[in-house]
Nanobody
């Protein structure tokens, strides 16, 4: 069983930066997803165990950076130039395989989520 605990969410202004953390046990492929009110959960970014492969959704590419520190069992999502449309609950997720990074159905374990609110 992989346990995931997110932290780092909060209320920021447009243009600000924020870093989310996810404490993760186990040797897994990790992803970040988000869900805004009234919308479906969507893929944000993902990273392989070795950190050699990273994946980003188009709306966040160039603004968000996913990274991991396996010695600390932690995955990070550095978010820059935040926009009001980035407002959502952000979830980290884990899976054992390396395929289908952007499909939420491929992830076996999920955190409880952390709220990110970006004001204009």
């Amino acid at each position: 069983q992989v346990q995931l605990v997110e932290s780092g969410g909060g209320l920021v202004q447009a243009g600000d930066s924020l870093r989310l953390s996810c404490a993760a046990s186990g040797r897994t492929f990790m992803g970040w997803f988000r869900q805004a009110p009234g919308k479906e959960r969507e893929f944000v970014a993902a990273i392989s165990w070795s950190a050699g492969d990273t994946y980003y959704a188009v709306p966040v590419k160039g603004r968000f950076t996913i990274s991991r520190n396996n010695a600390k069992n932690t995955v990070y999502l550095q978010m820059s130039d935040l926009k009001p449309e980035d407002t959502a609950v952000y979830y980290c997720a884990a899976k054992y395989s390396n395929y289908g990074a952007s499909q939420s159905a491929n992830y076996h374990f999920w955190g409880q989520g952390t709220q990110v609110t970006v004001s204009s």
